[in-house]
C-alpha cells in the first residue's frame, strides 16, 4: 500500500499494517485495524472499529459498519454490505484451551448481499447473490440468492430484489414478480429465484 497516496484516506487513529492492499478510494476510519494479509477493493468503507484479519478478501464497493471484526477465512464479494456489529466466525466449536487455526472453515458472502446489523454469520456457510439477512438473524446454514431471512436461528421468510424490495413470491414452489423500484423480472422457478429481466436503461 502506497502511505503517501493514503494518507487522505486513513484516520490517524486507524492502523494498516505493512503489506496491506487497499484498492483506490478505500476508506478506513477511527479506530480500525487492518492487518498485512488483508486484500480490500476499491471504493470499500471500513466503519470505526472494524477489525480486518490476514486471510480476508474483500471485494470493490463493500460497506463494514462500525465495530464489525472480520476474521480469517472470509470473502466478500463485490458491494457486500455489512450492517453494525454484525458477527463472523470462524472455528464451529471453540475452547479457549484447544488450539484450532488449522480447522477455520470459509465463510463465503456473495456478491450484493446485505447483513443486517447485530446478525451472526456462523462460519462454513455460503451467503448467496443479493441475499439479505436481516437484524439480529443468526445463520448456520446455506443461504440462496435473493433469500430474505429472519430469526435464531436464521429461517427464510421471503425474497429480496438487486434494490431491496421484497418480492412478492412464495417461499418455494414458482413464480414471477417485478421490482417496483428497477423493473427487474424475478422468476422462481422450482423454490430457485432469479433475475430474468432487466431494463437496459436502469444500471444499479
Known amino acids: ?15 494498516v499494517d505493512e503489506g496491506a492492499e487497499l484498492g483506490a478510494e478505500t ?10 494479509g488483508a486484500r480490500i477493493g476499491e471504493a470499500c468503507s471500513l466503519g470505526q472499529n472494524v477489525f480486518i484479519a490476514n486471510d480476508v478478501r474483500i471485494g470493490n464497493r463493500v460497506k463494514i459498519q462500525n ?28 475452547r479457549s484451551a484447544v488450539e484450532r487455526k488449522n480447522e477455520y472453515r470459509p465463510t463465503l458472502v456473495r456478491r450484493g448481499a446485505t447483513l443486517g446489523a447485530n446478525s451472526t454469520i456462523v462460519c ?10 436481516g437484524a439480529g438473524a443468526v445463520v448456520t446454514r446455506d443461504v440462496p ?18 434494490y431491496g ?3 412478492p413470491l412464495p417461499i418455494g414452489g414458482n413464480g414471477e414478480a417485478r421490482c417496483p423500484n428497477t423493473g427487474d423480472i424475478y422468476t422462481l422457478q422450482n423454490g430457485v429465484c432469479l433475475m430474468t429481466s432487466r431494463p437496459e436503461t436502469h444500471a444499479l
Request: glycine share 6%.
Open 124 to 133: 462454513g456457510v455460503t451467503i448467496g447473490e443479493y441475499a439479505f439477512i
Open 67 to 94: 465495530n464489525v471484526s472480520v476474521y480469517d477465512a472470509v470473502t466478500l464479494e463485490d458491494d457486500v454490505f455489512c450492517g453494525p456489529s454484525m458477527v463472523f466466525t470462524n472455528v464451529h466449536n471453540p
Open 145 to 162: 440468492a435473493f433469500a430474505l431471512m429472519a430469526g435464531v436461528p436464521a429461517r427464510q421468510i421471503g425474497w429480496m430484489s438487486r
Open 165 to 167: 424490495e421484497r418480492l
Open 1 to 15: 500500500m502506497d502511505r503517501d497516496l493514503s494518507q487522505d484516506r486513513i484516520h490517524p487513529s486507524a492502523i
Open 27 to 36: 476508506r478506513v476510519w477511527h479506530f480500525a485495524h487492518v492487518c498485512a
